[in-house]
């Protein structure tokens, strides 16, 4: 074997995956518009539940069964608002390297496009899952805090309210990468955000003008349905268990990266 | 080393590269030469994994370029300048580009100072103009320390200083013996620095050759001659073998005879002779002759 070969072999393949995630990441870190992305969703979603959290504190007192909305509404600020700029992150990631043709230099970096999917997916979505998280829990305290004061709030060891919340922070990493396969597919910004928007939002929207009960059959399967059943203490008759909701919300982003592995794959760069 | 062999490209109905086959040898500068269009950019995206060829293949350094682990290794390229995201500053821009090949940050600092851009690491890309990007393009290129490069248009928007220092780098590169493969549409300035050419038309061959050679053989060869005797001394020139034809203000373009031939043959007839030069050709001229057939865009007859 010959030094050219050597070198060819190269080291293992985990080494070189980590080389692509610390590259990624510094992608990711450098560029000031994804701090000024994540520092609007944290403004937004924190301010909606402040919102929400006083609008229903003085509202009037709630019917049997309030509680849940009360776990519910702390969260309405991310499926109103959160969502969207979490997964026009992802969408950049791609569509910001097609658009100056720097996805050539990364391919010529990293011949092997499933790993620079894999790695930007990771990083994206694992920066967008502990914004999630945390936002998540400050939304949570933040509304319940307001709450408590009219005896109206609940508790994280209350039965359910963990993972609701748990779950809460998930929605955000979901859409950042089902938002990053987009754009490696569709590759222009605003096209990806249209197909975001479409998927996140208008598939169930859609589904409520199927008859009943074909509206619950099929929208249950929506990333929107999915996502209120898992933060919901009581979950809807019709749909899915929060448990298997979790699994439609994770067989969404999964999906989606797959069609976007064989596409860039198969595609001229 | 690049080997090109039988590569063939089609867009639909438009065949952008043709059955092209060549080798980029260590040691030189190559350069690559062609039309608007003739497949230059297209061949050196199939070289580097990026397009797949329709048919043929291209490998370098004996791998196919996808099958190269780390490649930035093996070849460093550079195909736009412009390819870069305008947030990013540029130690960031080349950081990331290293470390997904484990190349570390001393050796981004290296090359910041080599490309004369170690004042401006800090700064957003968005600020730079064309030339600061090719200095950092070309940065980005060399990480590796390749044995291979593919450089496409990398004088373009540098200034003359930034001309001089990137004909000096790439020829020391080369002295080095790595295998540097060049496209530019400066023929002046591909004159001086490579030492052969691959010159293509509509995806095909259309030379492969040492510059030196290329030019020589160009059919624009010939003496200029400035005669007060001009007219009797274009019938003698012609008898002897040579032909002639005017070449502007009263001056003959003689083929055909060396000058000294036609010096000798002047005064042997007492005819006073003003001017006596042998004129080379130019590159950029033997390559007009040659791809005069095989340009796609042509702004029309009137412009050449």
Request: aromatic fraction near 6%; charge should be positive.
């Amino acid at each position: 074997m010959s030094a050219a070969q050597a070198r060819a072999a190269g080291p293992g393949a985990i080494v070189r995956g980590r080389d692509i995630l610390v590259s990624e990441w510094t992608k990711l870190r450098s560029v000031r518009s994804n701090r000024w992305t994540l520092l609007a969703v944290a403004i937004v979603t924190i301010g909606s539940a402040a919102l929400v959290g006083s609008v229903f504190a003085s509202g009037p007192p709630p019917a049997p069964g309030g509680p849940v909305t009360a776990l519910t509404q702390s969260f309405l600020g991310y499926a109103e608002y959160a969502v969207l700029p979490a997964g026009v992150l992802g969408i950049l990631a791609f569509s910001s390297e097609y658009a100056t043709g720097l996805i050539r230099t990364t391919y010529a970096a990293v011949p092997r496009r499933w790993a620079v999917l894999g790695a930007k997916a990771a990083v994206v979505g694992a920066a967008a899952l502990i914004a999630g998280e945390v936002l998540a829990f400050t939304s949570f305290w933040l509304t319940q805090a307001i709450l408590s004061g009219r005896h109206r709030g609940l508790s994280l060891s209350q039965p359910g309210v963990a993972g609701a919340v748990l779950a809460a922070g998930v929605l955000l990493g979901v859409s950042a990468v089902t938002g990053l396969g987009l754009g490696a597919i569709v590759r222009h910004v605003a096209g990806a955000v249209a197909a975001l928007v479409g998927l996140v939002y208008l598939l169930s929207l859609a589904c409520l003008l199927l008859p009943s009960p074909w509206d619950d059959r099929i929208g249950r399967f929506t990333i929107a349905l999915a996502a209120y059943q898992v933060v919901a203490l009581q979950p809807q008759r019709g749909l899915l268990s929060p448990a298997l909701s979790m699994l439609v919300l994770a067989a969404w982003p999964a999906a989606v990266l797959l069609a976007a592995g064989v596409v860039i794959s198969r595609r001229d760069a | 080393m690049i080997e090109v062999d039988r590569l063939a490209k089609r867009f639909g109905p438009v065949t952008a590269v043709d059955g092209l086959s060549f080798t980029v040898r260590p040691g030189h500068v190559t350069g690559f030469l062609g039309p608007n269009g003739a497949g230059k950019t297209t061949t050196m995206r199939i070289i580097l994994g990026l397009d797949s060829p329709t048919s043929g293949t291209a490998r370098v350094q004996g791998h196919r370029y996808a099958g190269i682990v780390r490649p930035l290794h093996q070849v460093g390229s550079l195909l736009d300048a412009n390819a870069v995201h305008g947030g990013r500053t540029a130690w960031f821009h080349l950081l990331s580009i290293a470390q997904s090949n484990g190349i570390g940050r001393r050796r981004v600092t290296e090359l910041l100072q080599l490309t004369g851009l170690e004042a401006v690491a800090g700064r957003r890309v968005k600020g730079f103009s064309l030339g600061m990007r090719q200095r950092l393009g070309i940065a980005a290129a060399l990480l590796g320390d390749p044995p291979v490069l593919l450089l496409d248009e990398p004088a373009n928007g540098l200034d003359p200083e930034g001309i001089h220092w990137i004909r000096l780098l790439l020829r020391s590169l080369a002295a080095e013996g790595r295998t540097l493969l060049v496209s530019s549409h400066l023929m002046s300035e591909m004159a001086l620095t490579a030492d052969r050419l691959i010159i293509i038309g509509r995806g095909r061959l259309l030379a492969d050759a040492p510059t030196e050679r290329f030019v020589d053989a160009s059919a624009r060869r010939d003496v200029l001659v400035r005669s007060p005797g001009a007219g009797e001394l274009a019938g003698l020139l012609t008898a002897a073998g040579g032909s002639v034809a005017p070449a502007g203000g009263g001056a003959l373009a003689v083929t055909g005879l060396e000058p000294a031939a036609i010096g000798d043959l002047a005064a042997a007839h007492g005819i006073a002779v003003h001017e006596l030069i042998p004129r080379h050709p130019s590159l950029e001229q033997a390559y007009l002759d040659l791809t005069g057939d095989s340009v796609d865009y042509r702004a029309g007859r009137a412009a050449r």
